[in-house]
């Protein structure tokens, strides 16, 4: 078993910046890779960002060049860097350890 806690979520104004925080605990040796995603109310759960046990990153096009995901190993923990947000980055932002691992999960609103 996996436990994903996320925390940094907030609001923000269009242009400004966030950081979120996903620390994992239990079975980490398991974990694989790790990712974001984001959901909006009524719409499916959509895949921001990976990466991987060697450190390898992926980002939706929406996102790049504006997100990044950091890794602390000796925390066990990921981040987002959300920078230069959008109004339609408003979303609830989730922790991810693949294959079937998540978080509660984090508000993010982005005002305009």
């Known amino acids: 078993q996996v436990r994903l806690v996320e925390s940094g979520g907030g609001l923000v104004q269009a242009g400004g910046s966030l950081r979120l925080s996903c620390a994992a605990s239990?079975?980490?040796?398991?974990?694989?890779?790790m990712g974001w995603y984001r959901q909006t109310p009524g719409k499916e759960r959509v895949l921001v960002g990976t990466i991987t046990s060697r450190g390898a990153t992926s980002y939706t096009d929406s996102v790049k060049g504006r997100f990044i995901i950091p890794r602390d190993i000796a925390k066990n923990a990921v981040y987002l860097q959300m920078n230069n947000l959008k109004p339609e980055d408003t979303a609830l932002y989730y922790c991810c350890a693949f294959p079937s691992y998540w978080g509660r999960g984090t508000q993010v609103t982005v005002s305009s």
């Open positions: 239990g079975s980490i040796i398991s974990i694989n890779a």
